[in-house]
């Protein structure tokens, strides 16, 4: 099913702020009934970027507790990170699990692609499914090293309630995960 | 489960662009083994979202399409918006449910809290159920009428493969219900 409707036109597009990380820029439009606004999005790098959820075996979750700057506060999901020039993104999910959590995967499967918030991102996320683990470690950028958690999936119900798993991108993931293994 | 990680230290915060939505902030940390970095976050409103799952019935889903500036494409996901000052939660649920799709709820049920990018964003986010609808609508401020849109809930795993419905918010909050629908 495709949508009915006719995209605004963009009458102008400027940056407004830069900072080392974010560009923003205000869209001068022009709705197709006529309506004029400005909008402001993020200007991303377009490179894309994975969250693998890993599973030591059959039940077993890997995951990580990280310092979010956004919330000043740690918080658990799945490893996760950009995709590097040149990289597919199963190459990417790789990487990052060896620089994550010193594990790499033989048996990559894609769940899902999401996207955050497209009212202001374009920024693209590969879900994968990884299994058949072996250890094996990659230098990565992180300040300190990641805190590994484990969690049974049969337990997922109770990783829904723990109070620092709250990042969207990883409850999708894990429902999204849960619904695929019951089948 | 609490983390053992100490949180790092700010030794400065500093606002280093500004537009009318954005405000984006440099913090200049030291963590607990000394590392130093210095990070970049959104400061946000503080004033929270919600995010309303819409059941006309016990299998229709209600959905929304809308234009989405981040990827400048029209989107497919569920009604959501910011908490007005002064309001409650499900306030604000019952308020963009009418402003979106011209029904109110007498049966609100809270799903879930999420989170977008912590590492960037203090951006929480009330994902509601809303069953026992009646026609009511409220002037909102979209600048065109959003395309309403219903699907089987029987049928999610046809939402999920719609090139469209890719948000990772409406992503968590579809399996979500779906998982606490299924008991």
Redesign the interface.
Known sequence: ?????Q??K?NAQKL???????S?E??D?T???G?K??????VGSGRGAVMIVPMLDDETLLLV???????????LGFPKGLIDEGESAEVAANRELQEEIAYGSNKLTKV??????????????DIFLAGDLYKSSLPGDE??PL?L?TWSIKDYQGL?Q?A?F????S??AL??V??KLRG
């Open positions: 099913m495709t949508s009915k409707n995209l605004p963009i407004i702020a830069k900072s080392q990380l974010f923003i205000q869209l439009l709705f197709s009934n309506e606004r400005l909008y402001e999005r993020m507790r990280e310092y979010c700057a956004g919330t000043h506060s740690y918080m899902s692609q999401l996207m955050m918030a497209p009212a202001f991102f374009n920024a693209k996320m300040p300190e805190e958690v829904l723990q620092d709250k990042e969207a991108r409850i999708a429902m999204l849960v619904d």
